[in-house]
């Protein structure tokens, strides 16, 4: 065999290795492309559900934020209304002005009730709106 032939039949025999191994490691890395694509379609999957609870929340949140500015509306609107039934005078006013100098006191609704001589709703009313904790300015 002439040396020729033989550098020809090395080079061929090491394409072949060389060749062998290319494919096995395309090989695995075809089956780390497939494991990885699974995993990024799992990810989609929990980042939709993630989003879809979001935006749940947040209309949820918003809806709550609505709710509230409402009751805040009509909170000062009874306090508004209590405070011109206080204004007024009569027996009713003088009994509320003395209600809500007792709330402000932090005077609790039975008291005020038996003291000022009005109703229990009345009293919880007045100490709901007047009370240092109500955050009354």
């Known amino acids: 065999m002439d040396t020729l032939t033989a550098v020809a039949l090395v080079v061929a025999v090491a394409a072949a290795g060389v060749a062998a191994v290319a494919a096995w490691h395309a090989l695995g890395l075809t089956g780390r492309i497939k494991r990885a694509e699974k995993r990024m379609e799992g990810l989609e999957a929990t980042t939709q559900q993630i989003l879809e609870h979001f935006q749940g929340l947040s209309a949820g949140a918003v809806g709550q934020g609505e709710h509230l500015a409402r009751l805040e509306q009509n909170l000062a609107r009874l306090r508004r209304r209590l405070d011109q039934v206080a204004a ?50």
């Open 88 to 137: 007024a005078g009569g027996s009713d006013g003088g009994r509320f002005n003395q209600a809500i100098r007792m709330a402000r006191k932090g005077a609790a609704a039975q008291e005020i009730a038996e003291t000022c001589q009005i109703s229990q709703v009345e009293a919880d009313l007045v100490v709901l709106l007047h009370s240092p904790s109500s955050g009354e300015k």
